[in-house]
């Protein structure tokens, strides 16, 4: 009888010890899941891209993320004057810089964006990144390019489409590799090319549609990551 009770209330003393296991796995989950993703913005230019991201996570159209850092390789550049305005810490990194990769992961890991917790999202970064770089934060970096690559990729891709006078032309955001603009597509948007588009018209168009291109492309990446 005596070894009957023990067998019982061993069993149940197990059967809690799964349930309190199973609870604080899924707790654990939890709190993994609602770390906010950390992002850094790599510019060079004007950041229309940057301030649409920024606006984004603002107003939530970005879920569950913050801007940690915009980052820069031209201190003139007038996107960092833009994030200033905008409350948004700021990092400058001139292209003189030796080994500019472990600069920039310096940089990011000083503001608390880790292979584990961050998404780098290039808009308008003209600087090549390498292969040290890319390895290191390897399926977290992104870009977009004013094009339905892989056509017109490198510079100017807007003076190459209206040069090589195709009709249609558009947006994509892709995975960053050692390549220029040679990472997977993730998402593109088609826009016309009409007949008196000057250069500056399509840039217009292109950064419109870019905006919200980058900003839904980031939403979902965020949400994919988060459910693996
Ligand atoms: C965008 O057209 C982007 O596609 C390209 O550089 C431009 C940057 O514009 N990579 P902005 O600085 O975001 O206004």
Known sequence: MLIFINKETNMFIRLKNIILLIFLSSCLNLVSMQMPTRIAICVSGTGS???????????QIITNAEIAVVISNRRAAPALEKAKNHEIKTA?????????????????????????????C????????????VTTFKDRILNIHPSLLPAFPGLDAIGQALAAQVTKTGCTVHMV?????????????????????????????????????????????????AQK
């Open 122 to 133: 290039l808009a308008g970064f003209m600087k090549l990144l390498d292969k040290e770089f």
């Open 177 to 225: 590799d050692e390549g220029m603009d040679t990472g997977k597509p993730l998402g593109q948007t088609e826009i016309e090319i009409a007949p008196n588009d000057t250069h500056e018209t399509l840039e217009a168009k292109m950064h419109t549609a870019e905006h919200e291109l980058y900003c839904r492309v980031i939403e979902e990446f965020i949400n994919s990551k």
């Open 49 to 59: 891209n940057m301030l649409a991201i920024a606006d984004a996570v603002k107003n």
């Open 92 to 120: 400058y990194i001139p292209n003189t810089t030796e080994n500019y990769s472990q600069a920039l992961i310096d940089c990011l890991q000083k503001n608390n964006v880790t292979p584990e917790n961050g998404l780098i």
